[in-house]
């Protein structure tokens, strides 16, 4: 399998702009996180997915932020509008049973100016 | 509630010296635990895990750690330090409904 597949890799906005980060899973994983990476913060949980239903999004920004699965082996995190703060790595991550080990993209690096 | 507190965001090692990462953990229930590296521009990779069997866990690269549950610990070791360690390196914790809690990290460099 090629592993988590997440795109761009690399991504630059100018404030108030609309980003799409995407992420492809391993395929038969049926859990799907997507985490931040910042050098304040580390790594923060933002969502998380089971079977295409978001479990969990307390750590996401809702007023800018949403997270969609509109099927198995597909993922989005959008934000609208994007802010300067909103700069860091974004992680997706998959496992199946959303236990133990959780396997990781590559990440997409945001740079809104 | 569940975390992980990794001592020292910042480690340096002269190579071919011990490294020793430390990480203590905080669980209502019998925890798994887990070290991630991730290299420059990379994304996580698994290093090790326990998952309640052996105490001592060994890992790729020479790794290895212990789970000490008398002093909620699990510190990453290597005898001798390799120049390709130098990476960050992610404590992380499973216990039970919630997805892995992650430490917040720690820069390993090797000084040659």
């Known amino acids: 399998d090629a592993g988590v597949i997440q795109s761009p890799r690399h991504e630059v906005t100018e404030m108030g702009q609309e980003v799409t980060l995407r992420c492809k899973p391993i395929?038969?994983?049926?859990?799907l996180f997507w985490y931040r990476q910042t050098m304040m913060q580390g790594l923060e949980l933002l969502v998380y997915?089971?079977?295409?239903?978001?479990?969990?999004d307390s750590g996401m920004p809702k007023d800018r932020f949403s997270a969609k699965m509109p099927n198995a082996s597909f993922s989005t995190l959008k934000i609208q509008p994007s802010e300067p703060r909103d700069s860091a790595v974004y992680f997706c991550?998959?496992?199946f049973g959303g236990g133990l080990e959780a396997f990781f993209g590559q990440g997409t690096r945001l740079t809104v100016v | 509630a569940q975390s992980v507190t990794q001592l020292g965001s910042h480690v340096s090692v002269s190579e071919g010296a011990l490294v020793l990462l430390r990480c203590n953990y905080s669980?209502?229930?019998?925890?798994?635990l887990f070290w991630y590296v991730q290299y420059p521009n990379q994304g996580l990779q698994l290093l090790l895990k326990?998952?309640?069997?052996?105490?001592l866990v060994k890992g790729i690269n020479g790794f290895e750690a212990e789970f000490k549950k008398s002093e909620t610990s699990f510190h990453l070791t290597k005898p001798s330090a390799h120049m390709s360690d130098a990476a960050e390196y992610f404590c992380?914790?499973?216990?039970?409904?919630?997805?892995?809690?992650f430490g917040k990290g720690t820069r390993l460099s090797v000084i040659a």
């Open positions: 992380a914790l499973y216990s039970g409904n919630t997805p892995l809690v």
């Open positions: 991550a998959s496992n």
């Open positions: 997915f089971n079977n295409k239903a978001v479990m969990d």
């Open positions: 326990y998952t309640s069997a052996a105490t």
């Open positions: 669980s209502s229930v019998p925890p798994y």
């Open positions: 395929s038969g994983h049926d859990y």
